[in-house]
Structure formats: structure tokens, C-alpha cells
């Protein structure tokens, strides 16, 4: 039923290595958000982007790096992986002028 | 930021019973959603109440908001086994669309 997509749904790299969340709506938001999330714990904004070209780093400091050349793409990139980024990583969109989220299945990534 | 508090942390109840599970928040508000979260899974968007609006119905849940309080509750009527999951409460101030997420609550439904 999603209609943003998020992959892998899991990951698990060694230290060092580069790695690509993918994230993907088919519903045209303009708005697209990437929050962090530890297992049983709140969710921290990491990422946003209002539209494509834009983006913008969110509350929680991360070594993440986003970029938004089409709509419906909205890709996080980590330069060199660490145990510290382990986490759930989890992607949403919303439509300008609406306030509701929708979310992606997230990807649990593993840094080992 | 604003992030929210809900309470209690953790609920469990029997099948049939009502949930009820509070958030409080620190600054003015836009508006305020309550999202369900089941385990490992992304967020999925159950209701949204308004800065001008007190109580608001959907199905089995009713949201009421009371914002001299700074607080909202989120009641769930008749629960389900199915209902089983963590419920955020988040938060929109001024001209911004980003939401502030509070702790959640983590709900059990005992059949």
C-alpha cells in the first residue's frame, strides 16, 4: 500500500564504507523529510527538502548528506559509515499546504 | 524544538477496553497528529487536530486537544489485538511543515 519506498529495507556494512538510502514517492509531494530513529525512541529530523534543489539539515547534527534533483527522489548518502550511525533510517513526504506525513517502511542500517 | 511528551510509556491492556495516552508539548502549535508506528515499521498518519479545534472523532479514535494546557490525548475505544503499536504525537509551529515528534507510547493489546 506505500506509495513511498524506501531501500534496503536492511543493511549491514563494515565501518568506512559509502553507502545510499534510497527513498522514492509516486504521489508528487513537494515536501520530503529524513529522520533518525533509535529502536523504542523518538524520531529526530535529519534532512528536509521543500522541493527539488532545495535542502536543508534538521535538528539532529548528522554526517548524512541529501540531494533532490527530481521530485520524487530524495536519496541520503553516508561519505564513510560508522557503528554510530546505526540506526532506522526513515523517509516521508507530505503535500505543500498539508500537514500529514506519509512514511516510508524505513531501512535499519547496521554499521559493524 | 518542540518535541512532545506522551504518557504513559508503555500501556497494556485487555482486548475490548479503551486506550487513552497523553501528549504535552512545549510552544504554540499550528496543529497537532497522532501517528502509529508497529514494530520496525515506518509511521502511519491516524489523525490531525488543529490549533482551533478541541475534539475530533475518527472511527474508534477521538483526539481532544486543549491548548492553554499544551496538552493532547488520543483515546482509542473497543481495542483490538491488532491495535498493538507505539503512538507519536507530533507537532507544527508557525509557518513550518516540519513536524516534532514526541516519545510515543508503547500500546499493548492483551487478546
Known amino acids: 500500500e506505500a506509495d513511498i519506498y524506501q531501500t534496503p529495507r536492511y543493511l549491514v556494512i563494515g565501518t568506512g564504507k559509502k553507502i545510499t538510502l534510497e527513498c522514492s514517492q509516486t504521489m508528487g509531494h513537494d515536501k520530503m523529510y529524513w529522520y533518525q530513529q533509535d529502536p523504542g525512541m523518538e524520531l529526530h529530523l535529519i534532512h528536509y527538502s521543500y522541493g527539488v534543489n532545495s535542502t536543508e539539515k534538521g535538528d539532529l547534527s548528522s554526517e548524512s548528506t541529501v540531494s533532490r534533483i527530481r521530485t520524487e527522489h530524495f536519496p541520503l548518502t553516508l561519505e564513510s559509515a560508522r557503528p554510530s550511525h546505526t540506526s532506522q533510517y526513515l523517509c516521508?513526504?507530505?503535500?505543500?499546504?498539508?500537514?500529514?506525513?506519509?512514511f516510508g517502511s524505513g531501512t535499519r542500517l547496521t554499521v559493524v | 524544538s518542540q518535541q512532545g511528551e506522551e504518557d504513559p510509556q508503555a500501556l497494556s491492556i485487555q482486548e475490548g477496553e479503551n486506550a487513552t495516552m497523553n501528549c504535552s508539548y512545549k510552544t504554540s502549535i499550528n496543529n497537532l497528529q497522532w501517528y502509529r508506528q508497529n514494530s520496525g515499521r515506518g509511521l502511519v498518519h491516524l489523525i490531525l487536530?488543529?490549533?482551533?479545534?478541541r475534539e475530533k472523532h475518527s472511527g474508534r479514535l477521538r483526539v481532544t486537544l486543549d491548548t492553554s494546557k499544551k496538552s493532547s490525548s488520543l483515546l482509542i475505544t473497543a481495542s483490538r489485538a491488532a491495535d498493538t503499536a507505539s503512538y507519536f504525537c507530533a507537532t507544527s509551529e508557525g509557518g513550518a511543515n516540519n513536524l516534532f515528534f514526541g516519545t510515543g507510547t508503547r500500546l499493548t493489546v492483551i487478546p
Open positions: 516521508a513526504s507530505s503535500e505543500s499546504g498539508s500537514y500529514g506525513y506519509t
Open positions: 487536530i488543529r490549533s482551533n479545534e
